[in-house]
């Protein structure tokens, strides 16, 4: 049975120009890997804010305004809990 990431190889393409950017945290806030989400998060929370900004001065009536930015996430609960349940959008 393939993966995702062996899926996309095989025809030559890379998996993460289709697959989300994801963070498996085991051990809740003192896992490394929570530390790069908060880092990925905050990284990104700076984007939509400094893209708000610009949305608000837009002063061009004969453009269209630059796209929202947003940080919004999936998240899933632990191995053995899943089938759908728990699941949120932050």
């Known amino acids: 049975m393939y993966n995702m990431k062996a899926y996309f190889e095989a025809y030559g393409e890379d998996p993460f120009n289709y697959l989300p950017l994801t963070f498996h945290i ?3 806030t003192d896992d490394p890997e929570f530390t790069k989400f908060m880092e990925y998060y905050q990284q990104r929370e ?3 804010q ?3 900004k610009i ?7 004969k453009k269209e305004k ?3 930015i947003h940080n919004i996430w999936i ?3 632990g191995e053995g ?4 349940n728990g699941i949120s959008v932050f």
Do not use: A, H, L
């Open 26 to 28: 085991r051990n809740g």
């Open 46 to 48: 700076s984007i939509c």
């Open 50 to 52: 400094e893209n708000e």
């Open 55 to 61: 949305r608000n001065s837009w002063k061009d009536e």
């Open 66 to 68: 630059p796209k929202k």
């Open 75 to 77: 998240v899933k609960p």
């Open 81 to 84: 809990t899943n089938r759908g």
